[in-house]
């Protein structure tokens, strides 16, 4: 008999959706969202929809490997665990704690493998980890700078808003949630416009679509800050709350509105109508996380901070310039952010490889795919192929855990028993497994609190996964009611969450004000780099429907699928295979013409994989952002050649 059992999904996605599954002799049959979730509202993306491809892939790992004569091969837990136990106590015995680099990232978002794998290395260390943020550094520490907090109002206060501005960001593929809420804002009389280089499908929702040269819209942004200066269209106290107004209008009118729409390469009016949605607010701005991934990124959103500031458009119903809800705000951790040492996030290969005093000895990856992900992918390998330990647990053999010493089988989000928060929206809930993990998987919780067995701390880990539920849930909650049987009953909205954000217009800054940007982070002035003419297009791997990262429902592209203007495909004809190729690598693709999309950009995946020679990140050159130690990974310039 069919039974329906619900969980929450914890990928690395702003939507946390609760997922419904149709469970038949502890097998799952069927995945669906959960019609009672207030944001899931009864669908999941594709690439969730049809997990159960993963969730019982032949390829999945269900036993740890240990590389024995090259090869990876099957071990019992006893052995794996004691293997890694000697060889971790080994290197920190010989050099230190620091000599061991513990890698997390987002394969879950769940809070208990963060916790406890964060705690064990603590206790055991404190080891190496990193610092900066390859999927939004510069945006975060932008937000920061200018709010004191990076956060946002709740997701339904879109309603208020009579104009809303995505600004680089493709919701039907990267948050579908988002999508039926501008649909309806839409259909309430809200006018929406889209800012991408990139044509994609959120441009149908839109009345406008703005498409500035990729990283012009720092430039852009000033161009819509010189007419908000112009037309008088500043909110009349923003000098009380907000610092740096004067240096802020003195930089918005450094150049001419001509001069800094020919720098984003739009029409003067375009800078004209996006400044008088502004002045028409509530306003609100959608900044979409790739501006993040941009050399200037950090410049981009502090000056569109500063463009919803000065409007008027931050702390009233309909506003804000949102580009992250605190995810964590509900729950709390046992780890204290201790580092021996901190090697930064999108330098990964060359930061480890050029570790001094102590070197980089062992590495261990939880939930990252680090070499297909991080920039300057060959590089990653071989930092990682020269480590003397490299752990990875994983649910599969990744281009990372293909070099690994010791694989260790991880669940799957439908296995996984967890707390999940959003980076989409104000809502939490209790990730519980509707089937057990293959006999021989376990989760990051039992790894840990095994090892930590092995090193004598094991009380400090020690409880189920539901004590460990009770244990990160913040003590503020309790004061509202919501408690982990509330959770478990289904999703709740985190009751410390803001339902305006920075309502009265006061800010956790020193002064209580807003900061204004009033000079440019970085070398570059904050504009888009400048045209390169042996490489012309800017290689841009993005989200798509079909992965998550380099998890993907079905076969992984390659070659992959590149997109292009057909003025700007080096002759190359619809459908011709050809070599792309960057100043540190190529890949072989396919050309596909698209006339909508700049003469400047070429568009592949993101998450295609290394040993597929389908991997953007093989081109793409380690590089951080203007702040927050970001990656770069949307500016390598690039150029078609015809296959030899
Ligand atoms: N299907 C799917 N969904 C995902 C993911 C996935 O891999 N697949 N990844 C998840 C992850 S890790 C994250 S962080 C989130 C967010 O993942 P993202 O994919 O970053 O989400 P978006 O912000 O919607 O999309 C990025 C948009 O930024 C635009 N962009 C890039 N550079 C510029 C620029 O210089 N200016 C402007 N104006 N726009 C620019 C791109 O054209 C693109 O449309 O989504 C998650 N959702
Ligand atoms: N070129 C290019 N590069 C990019 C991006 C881009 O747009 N273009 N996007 C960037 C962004 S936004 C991000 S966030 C990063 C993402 O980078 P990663 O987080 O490294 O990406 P994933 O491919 O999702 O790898 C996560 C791995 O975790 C595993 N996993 C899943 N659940 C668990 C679990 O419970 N425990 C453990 N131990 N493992 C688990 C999955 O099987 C998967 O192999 O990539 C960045 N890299
Ligand atoms: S990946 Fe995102 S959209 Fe898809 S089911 Fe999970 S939370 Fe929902
Ligand atoms: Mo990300």
């Known amino acids: 008999m069919a039974e329906l059992r619900t969980t929450v999904c914890n990928r690395d996605c702003p939507d946390a959706c609760a997922i419904v599954a149709t469970v038949e002799g502890e097998r799952v049959v069927a995945l669906a969202g959960d019609r009672t979730h207030p944001v899931t509202r009864g669908f999941l993306c594709h690439r969730t929809h049809k997990f159960l491809a993963r969730q019982y892939h032949p390829e999945r790992i269900t036993e740890p490997r240990l590389r024995r004569g090259g090869a990876l091969e099957p071990v019992s837990w006893d052995e794996a665990l004691d293997f890694a136990a000697r060889r971790l106590g080994d290197i920190r015995s010989r050099l230190g704690p620091a000599a061991i680099f513990h890698y997390r990232s987002g394969g879950t978002l769940g809070m208990l493998p963060a916790a406890v ?36 109002s709740d997701l339904d206060d879109l309603a208020h808003a009579r104009h809303i501005l995505l600004w680089g960001k493709n919701p039907f593929v990267s948050s579908p949630h988002l999508v039926p809420r501008l649909r309806e804002a839409r259909a309430a009389g809200a006018h929406l416009a889209l800012v991408d280089p990139v044509h994609h499908r959120t441009a149908s929702l839109c009345e ?11 430039a852009l942004a000033l161009a819509v800050g010189e007419r908000l200066f112009a037309r008088a269209l500043c909110h009349p106290d923003a000098a009380r709350y907000c610092e740096g107004l004067e240096g802020f209008r003195a ?11 020919e720098l984003a390469d739009v029409a003067p009016e375009d800078a004209e109508d996006l400044a008088r949605r502004f002045g028409e607010g509530p306003t609100t701005i959608l900044v979409g996380w790739g ?4 050399r200037n990124g950090g410049a981009i959103v502090r000056a569109l901070d500063a463009l919803a500031l000065v409007s008027g458009n931050v702390g009233v119903p309909g506003s804000g310039a949102s580009f992250y809800y605190r995810r964590r705000r509900a729950f709390v951790s046992p780890a204290r952010g201790l ?5 930064c996030e999108p330098l990964f290969g060359r930061e480890i490889t050029e570790a001094k005093d102590p070197p980089v000895a062992g590495v261990w990856i939880t939930a990252a795919n680090p070499v297909c992900m991080l920039p300057d992918s060959h590089a990653t390998a071989a930092a990682l192929a020269g480590r003397e330990l490299v752990v990875v647990a994983d649910a599969f053999l990744t281009d990372t855990a293909a070099l690994a010493h010791l694989v260790l089988p991880t669940p799957t989000l439908l296995e996984a028993d967890d707390l999940c928060g959003a980076y989409g929206h ?13 006999p021989g998987v376990k989760s990051d919780l039992e790894i840990f609190q095994a090892l930590a067995q092995r090193f004598g701390f094991g009380a400090e880990l020690a409880g189920s996964a539901r004590a460990w539920k009770e244990r990160l849930l913040a003590p503020e909650l309790a004061a509202h009611g919501v408690d982990l049987a509330t959770l478990e009953r289904g999703a709740v909205r985190n009751p410390l969450a803001p339902q305006v954000l920075f309502e009265g217009r006061r800010f956790p800054t020193p002064s209580g004000r807003a900061r204004l940007m009033t000079e440019v982070p970085g070398t570059g002035g904050g504009l888009a780099q400048p045209p390169d003419h042996d490489y012309p297009l800017v290689l841009m791997s993005l989200s798509t429907p079909s992965s998550q990262s380099s998890q993907w429902v079905g076969r992984p592209p390659s070659p992959v699928e590149l997109s292009v203007h057909p003025d700007a495909a080096a002759g190359l004809a619809d459908g011709a295979p050809a070599a792309l190729v960057s100043r540190s690598g190529a890949m072989r693709v396919r050309v596909r013409h698209d006339a909508r999309q700049r003469r400047d950009v070429a568009l592949v995946p993101k ?23 970001g990656g770069a990974l949307y500016d390598e310039p690039v150029r078609l050649e015809p296959l030899g």
């Open 117 to 152: 794998s964060d705690r064990f290395f603590e206790l055991f260390g404190p080891v190496t980890v990193k610092r900066g943020d390859i999927c939004s550094g510069a945006g975060d520490a932008a937000q920061e700078l200018d709010f004191g907090v990076c956060d946002s």
């Open 208 to 218: 406008r679509h703005v498409q500035p040269r990729p990283g012009g819209d720092f």
């Open 251 to 261: 930089l918005c009118q450094s150049r001419s509105l001509a001069a800094w729409c």
């Open 291 to 294: 501006m993040g991934r941009r």
């Open 339 to 343: 580092a021996a040492r901190t090697l």
């Open 426 to 438: 104000h809502h939490i809930g209790v990730a519980r497994p509707v089937v057990a993990p293959p």
């Open 607 to 629: 998450g295609g994989h290394l040993r597929d020679g389908a991997c953007a990140n093989a081109l793409v050159r380690a590089e951080t952002t203007d702040l927050g130690e």
